[in-house]
């Protein structure tokens, strides 16, 4: 992926086309595909550029199947999430691009709200990931999308990312989205064993890392959140739900 493809990728490069509902291909993943209530599915195709699954959407969002595009989902993010979301999606999808190992332990989750077709508001996780891979290269990608009513967003975003190059995953991300109000599933687990009363040297202990490792991921939240000790982060990482 060429580096000045960054900030276009989605739109130059994906297209909105659903998929087909009458397909064969369609109805052979309604049999193999697993779906939760209240929770979407889609799976897009790379080779062909177009949604060849999608199923749920009307539960969840409103949309009929056959009318829900990539484009669209990604599109109807409610605005004060929309930023990050779509520079997430984007970021990530490109980095897991550019791998051609173990494509398929690749994916990130983000914890948002899209606007369901009636205008109302859902809070959703949603985890996108491989779904197929060839000869090194993503061929298709799946997203799941799930409906947490008891989910409480504030003005902190929340993502994690997953594969076996985590770490490179983590520390790139971040760097590309510090401008956000946002922290990342690696930053949290850390922050939380802080909330705990654990020491930067006890915390590496248990992540089998550095300290500097773990200060790199405590410290420069002081910066993103504007706050001048551990006191005030933690107290800051509780009343914008980053901790339960």
């Known amino acids: 992926m060429q580096e000045e493809e960054s900030g276009h ?7 909105n086309t659903p998929a087909d509902t009458s397909s064969e291909e369609f109805a052979n993943f309604s049999k193999t595909i697993p779906r939760f209530p209240e929770e979407a599915v889609y799976i897009y195709s790379l080779k062909r550029g177009r949604m060849i699954y999608a199923a749920g959407w009307e539960e969840v ?8 595009g990539i484009l669209t989902f990604v599109g109807i993010t409610s605005p004060e999430y929309a930023p990050f979301s779509n520079e997430l999606n984007e970021k990530a999808l490109m ?3 550019r791998q051609t190992e173990d494509l398929e332990q690749y994916s990130f989750t ?3 709200k899209k606007i369901h077709k009636d205008g109302r508001p859902v809070p959703l996780i949603t985890r996108v990931g491989v779904f197929k891979a060839e000869g090194g290269r993503v061929t298709e990608i799946i997203c ?8 409480k967003l504030g003005k902190v975003m929340r993502y994690s990312l997953y594969g076996p190059e985590r ?4 520390d790139e ?3 590309l989205l510090f401008h956000h109000y946002a922290i990342s599933g690696k930053e949290k687990e850390a922050l939380a064993l802080v909330a705990q009363g654990y020491s930067f040297k006890e915390i590496a202990a248990m992540f089998n890392v550095s300290q500097s490792a773990i200060e790199k991921r405590i410290l420069p939240l002081y910066k993103r959140f504007d706050v001048k000790s551990i006191t005030h982060l933690v107290s800051f990482a509780y009343e914008n739900h980053i901790l339960p």
């Open 61 to 68: 969002l409103g949309y009929k199947d056959n009318e829900m």
């Open 9 to 15: 990728y989605l739109n130059t490069y994906l297209t």
């Open 95 to 97: 980095f897991i691009l």
């Open 173 to 175: 991300l971040n760097k």
């Open 167 to 170: 770490s490179v995953f983590d």
């Open 144 to 151: 799941r999308a799930q409906v947490v009513r008891t989910l």
């Open 110 to 112: 983000l914890e948002t």
